[in-house]
């Protein structure tokens, strides 16, 4: 191997390891692997940062702006404790739970709309002494299902996308292509 690739996998593997053993917050700990891989050479300023130009992770960073407005103004609550009511058991409390998401994954990215939940869904599954560990995977689980109905239900439809922009010999998708596949799911 190049010594380029011997200074990318040591800086990996001391990623990997500052992520396991470090209490650094993640963000730090990658940026600072960027960060040396760039001053070692092994990529350029451009290189290092032409992912942030990436149209897709512009969009996930927006709708997360968007997330933490609706967070902050109360909006969530408001919506939440309306929409999913005061649920008799732990099923109903799922169904009132994964209808939703589901919908608002297609529509919204499905990653800030599961941020911008589970501190919701925590609240209100103490208030109505649900447990909580019952209501976190569907949660997960309606989010990425409705994340398969549109182009921006998930980074990942989001980087095929951006990537079929590139290419001149595919068509692009259309906002709800993906959804012939995703609604029958």
């Known amino acids: 191997m190049s010594p380029d690739a011997w200074i990318t996998v040591a800086i990996i593997a001391g990623t990997v390891g500052m992520l396991i053993v470090s209490r650094l917050a993640p963000d730090l700990i990658l940026v600072g692997a960027l960060t040396l891989l760039m001053v070692s050479g092994v990529l350029s300023p451009a290189e290092a940062l032409n992912g942030l130009s990436n149209p897709?992770?512009?969009t996930v960073a927006i709708?997360?702006?968007?997330?933490?407005g609706l967070m902050e103004t109360g909006g969530i609550h408001a919506v939440g404790t309306r929409l999913l009511g005061r649920p008799r058991s732990i099923t109903s409390a799922q169904m009132r739970l994964m209808l939703p998401v589901t919908a608002l994954s297609g529509f919204l990215n499905n990653t800030p709309v599961v941020a911008m939940l589970v501190p919701f869904i925590e609240e209100?599954?103490?208030?109505?002494?649900l447990p909580v560990s019952r209501l976190m995977i569907p949660l997960s689980y309606a989010a990425i299902l409705g994340g398969v109905l549109t182009v921006i239900g998930t980074s990942t439809n989001l980087i095929i996308y951006g990537l079929m922009q590139r290419t001149t010999d595919l068509d692009t998708m259309?906002?709800?292509e993906i959804g012939k596949l995703g609604l029958p799911v």
């Open 63 to 68: 709708l997360y702006v968007v997330a933490a």
């Open 124 to 129: 209100w599954s103490r208030r109505l002494r």
């Open 174 to 176: 259309g906002f709800f």
């Open 56 to 58: 897709a992770l512009a």
